[in-house]
């Protein structure tokens, strides 16, 4: 080992203090920081998508746990609510509670004739099921029959979606300078000086907008136009479509350069409500100083009134986009003007079972039907895995088959959950009969989904449980079973139930399996048992989620609330488990 | 540039003290012992802390150049805690604080401005148990020169390969395969390969770690040969478990007992007439 | 009735144990010196008289139904009786009502009396389970009592009747893959009597409508697989383009640079994202991020579908992060600490060790857990049937909506519909391809994770 290779220069020392070192030094340190940020960042985003889920969902979800009623003062008469003249149960069952509130109701606006108007009033304001509370009051007290009653009727789901602020875009301003009406009821004018200047610069904005816009995709359909080959009949066609849009953007561009031209509102535009004298009026052109407009609610008296004491409710979605016309929200802006409109707590959304009108749908068949779902699962796979564990771990032999079992239950773990939605349905619903829809065949489905969960968990806890305990037993002449259930299953509890917890709570968000097995359909009643048809939490949720309501996705978020409460609280107890019964032998 | 490895806890509170106290308190026993060759590590009053463990009590030493010291002792007398210290390995365990001072070349390692990543090229380390990255040979040797960019051209980084295997001894048995896994060699070829690695940087001292407690006497031998050829260009600090290993190839001794730095001296002194009674007992076997 | 049946199981259990123990104290108060405590003798027959309640009653369950049912199509009138399977359960369906009296509208003479004759089977069948039961758990019972005595081996024979018990569950687990395997491969195997397996695995064209009666327009439906394929492979693109650096980076950073107090925040965190049930992420992928998207790709003049594949994709890859991460934080771990020091000992920085010495030694644990994480995302089914299409648009534009191999499950099983229909048939054979890729992805990818651990252990 004497070779020239043994120089002491042959191998290069660093040389730290050069400029090349130095520089090299500090991309090193760059690249360094980098990739740490890197992984901050990965966490970030992890974070940001979470935080953006949840809070998406809450705000989403809140308006499913209020509900928004009416206070009337009904008279319940006998020929309303009785369906033969009599007071027994049977025809008061059968009564029409609605007929007294929409009495009510055509008090509170006796302008409303025409009947389209009356349409809207007694059933797009209230709800289908509003007379239900005042039935089971009557039918609790039928004295009250003939009496004054006040009752707080639900509203239907729009009208409440609109009173939280859901259906639109509302901006409510304090009128500026004083205002003149030409009359109470019909076309009326309406003359302030200058102070509905704001209102039209912001029209004239939007005009501005929407030429940019048409004139932004008229030049892309331009664009492409040139790439048609010259003489393609298609060139002629898109060319005019391209002309025609140009000049409506100029058209468009025109008005809105002409600042004191008024404009004419339709119901493309954002709708302008004045509510002044007790009334609202809806505006119908506007110009600077002046405007014309048609009464929606009467007013009490025509004539001016003084500055502060009128103001305005601009409805940013133009009125033909929205579910609620102006007609409609110029009555319920006037009952809460009145003080008529409350927000409630929504118990129904946790005491009734599903429904086709959102405001009156509620939980209670879903939350039942994963009860039973749950409890079905509970009762067949504890036992299962907890036995298969003790097997696995206390007494299988070493051998090709146990491997085999082994190897299996680890696949079985990573199959996807739909694929047992196909097993439910070939094997427990075709093969054996079992009926369809119901907790049961779910409660199947689900344990065998979640077996694998189970016995791997159990399996690490009965692992974790040290051979002293399991030797101490046989050394005073216990059997192998009797040292294993006796010492060994008691102490490996804990372990287990957290596994179990956990495996439960992934079980009780599983949906695919139980749409395969016909838990989908729309199911009123709360179901009694575990072979009556029913769906589940989780499917509740995907079946309101395709409707098209905005209640209906208020309600399906408020539901995912739930859901994630209920996976919450199951998981805290699993983690609270785990901390008090850790331990270190 | 400073480091912000949030690992390292120097510099503390007792430090500054300790530092204090260096310019006054007279050198222990152990140092400046030799004159042959100059000292190329000097450590003053080193403690070491694991947690509320205290593993190191004041460890002062001189090693010199170009030699080979050995630390023996009984396990967990502290000998490699303290090795680790050399090139601030113990930066990368959360709870290990360490306080006093040690320098190369008369520059403070534990400065805080000094960066623990160009301290670690100037000192090398070697294992107890081989650990080559699961690459080839050839990626193993190259991966420090790589990373410190000392080489600018593919030929430049073979040379220092061949150079630095040939160093370790292990060219002739692995040049028709360096682009075999470095994992598939036997264990003193790893551990040749991962001194390889050391010296393919470029160190000016090599740190072994009881580098052949995982090997076979044969290899051992291999190995300690090759230490001994070493100690003309690096400056080597063996830990060894073997009082026959330390008195083969070590020049220097120092002997540690429950994280005390108890004797050191010339290496045919301490085996021969011990002047501590530890010392004594240990060598003759009464415990360890 | 069949709860009956269990409650006449557990006073049956009950009964033969304070039997047994009973009989086993007497002779111990005899002054007998039992091999067995008491409480084994009546253990021993509690067993011994509910298992065959038990075969019992695993026998009836598959036959009942099919008893019931052929006895109400028997008791319609010959021509009533229905001729293909499809008219056979809506008859079925319209008798099931009538009987449990929730049919709309009044009932046909014959409905109505098959309805009774359906009722007076089911009524027939539960009684004969329960007198079978009765008498095999007495023959049972008069079987095993004589057996109690004092050197009666009690313990040993329920012990190993417990390890019969505990054998047989854990072969439940074979027996699921068993039955998935089954009940797949079969109806697969019908479904390609009637149309040729090449069509379906190599076809371009998805068409699943077939009609009822032959005069419909579209009479054939067509099930060329590949625009499912397409779409499945799209989206899982998507999602691991998201789930793989977002989850490989997570885990890089909790397992070498975070202290202990930021992976107690983290970790719990990645823990949360993983319970979320996937209906959640499907509802935020139709009614959030498909509508962000349509209106991001319309302000720059891109035209998206309304539901893309790209958002399903997109919440699909947040869905399996943790999934991702949580496997390679375990790789990463597993990677032995003396290749961190011998990289560090050299004088690299950590993301030098980290990139050069850690990923490396990990690859194959890390390849695994993306394998893993491509079958989760391949088997997802909610985000997809929420957020992505159900036309089978052969196309790779992540901005237009594709179908899903999953969707295509779920569209085809739910609702009426007649079982031995191709349209149905076609499903299994989905599932079969679903099953066997999964399957496939997720063996490899277990034993190259067992084959890794061995290595460094």
Known sequence: MTDAALDPGAVRAIDLASDASRARLRRRYRAEARFRAYGIAALAVAGLFLVLLVGDIVIKGLPAFTESRVTLTVTPQLSQVSTDGTTGADALRGGDYAAPLRASLQELFPEVTSRQDRRRLFFEILSGGAGDDLRRRIMADPGLIGRPVTVSALLDDSADMYLKGRLTGRVERTGRGTLAISGATGDVTLDSPGAFRDTLATIKKALRDEAAAIEAAAGRVAQRLEALPVGDPRRATAQAGVDADRSRAAALRARAAAPEAPEVLGTDTPSELVAVNGGIVKLTSIGPSQAQGRVLVPLGTAGTVSEGAWRTITLLQPEGSRRLTDQHIAWLEDMRAEGLVTRHFATRFFTSGDSREPELAGLLGGLVGSLLTMFVTLVLCLPTGVAAAIYLEEFAPKNRITDLIEVNINNLAAVPSIVFGLLGLAVFLNFFGLPRSAPLVGGLVLALLVLPTIIIASRAALKAVPPSIREAALGVGASHQQAVFHHVLPMAMPGILTGTIIGMAHALGETAPLLLIGMVAFIVDTPQSVTQAATALPVQIYLWSDLPEPAFQAKTAGAIIVLLVFLFVMNGLAVVLRRKFERRW | MVTDHPETFHNQGPTTVNRMADLTMPLTPAAGLFTANEAKVTARDVTVHYGEKQALFGVSIDIPERSVTAFIGPSGCGKSTFLRCINRMNDTIPICRVAGEIRIDGADIYDRRLDPVLLRARVGMVFQKPNPFPKSIYENVAYGPRIHGTTTSRQELDEVVETSLRKAGLWDEVKDRLDQPGTGLSGGQQQRLCIARAIAVGPEVILMDEPCSALDPIATARIEELIFELARNFTIVIVTHSMQQAARVSQQTAFFHLGHLVEYGATEQIFTAPSDTRTQDYITGRFG | ?457
């Open chain 3, 1 to 457: 009735m069949i709860a009956l049946y269990f409650v006449l199981m557990a006073i049956v259990a009950v009964a033969a144990f304070t039997v047994g123990a009973a009989r086993g104290r007497r002779l111990q108060a005899a002054g007998l010196r039992l091999h067995s405590l008491p409480a084994y003798h009546g253990l021993f027959l509690a067993a011994l008289c509910t298992v065959p309640m038990m075969v019992a009653i695993a026998a009836w369950a598959p036959l009942a139904p099919r008893y019931v049912e052929s006895s109400a199509i028997a008791a319609l009138p010959e021509a009533a009786r229905p001729t293909t399977g499809l008219e056979r359960d809506a008859r079925l369906r319209e008798i099931v009502l009538s009987a449990e009296g929730r049919l709309t509208g009044p009932a046909a003479a014959n409905v109505e009396a098959a309805g009774r004759a359906y009722l007076s089977a089911q009524t027939t069948s539960k009684t004969v389970l329960i007198i079978a039961g009765i008498l095999a758990a007495l023959a049972a019972f008069s079987w095993g009592l004589p057996r109690v005595s004092a050197d009666f081996r009690a313990r040993n024979r329920f012990e190993t009747f417990t390890l019969v018990v505990l054998i047989a569950c854990s072969a439940v687990a074979v027996l699921t893959t068993l039955g998935i395997v089954s009940s797949v491969l079969f109806e697969t195997l019908r479904f390609f009597q009637r149309y040729p397996w090449w069509d379906f695995l190599f076809g371009l064209q998805w068409s699943p409508q077939t009609a009822i009666r032959a005069d419909q327009v579209g009479a054939s439906g067509s099930f060329g697989a590949v625009p499912l394929f397409v779409g499945t492979s799209l989206i899982m693109v998507i999602a691991m383009l998201v789930a793989g650096p977002i989850g490989l980076f997570s885990a890089i950073y909790m397992s070498e640079y975070a202290t202990p107090r930021f992976r107690s925040l983290a970790k719990p965190l990645l823990e949360v994202l993983a319970g979320i049930p996937t209906v959640v992420f499907g509802f935020f992928a139709a009614l959030t991020v498909a509508p962000f998207i349509r209106r991001a790709g319309e302000a720059l003049g891109l035209s998206v579908a309304s539901e893309s594949a790209l958002a399903a994709g997109l919440v699909m890859g947040v869905m399996i992060i943790p999934f991702v991460s949580s496997l390679s934080d375990d790789v990463i771990n597993a990677v032995p600490q003396s290749l961190r020091d011998g990289s560090y000992a050299m004088g690299s920085t950590k993301a030098e060790t980290i990139k050069r010495v850690i990923l490396p030694a990990a690859l194959p644990g890390i390849v695994s857990a993306f394998m893993l994480a491509i079958s989760r995302a391949v088997g997802e089914t909610m985000i997809v049937v929420m957020a992505a299409g159900l036309a089978g648009n052969l196309t790779f534009n992540p901005l237009e909506a594709v179908t899903t191999v999953t969707v295509q499950i779920k569209t085809l099983l739910t609702g009426d519909q007649e079982f031995d229909s191709a349209k149905t048939l076609s499903a299994f054979a989905l599932g079969f391809v679903l099953f066997f890729f999964t399957l496939t992805l997720n063996v490899i990818a277990l034993r190259i994770v067992r084959k890794y651990r061995e290595q460094y252990d």
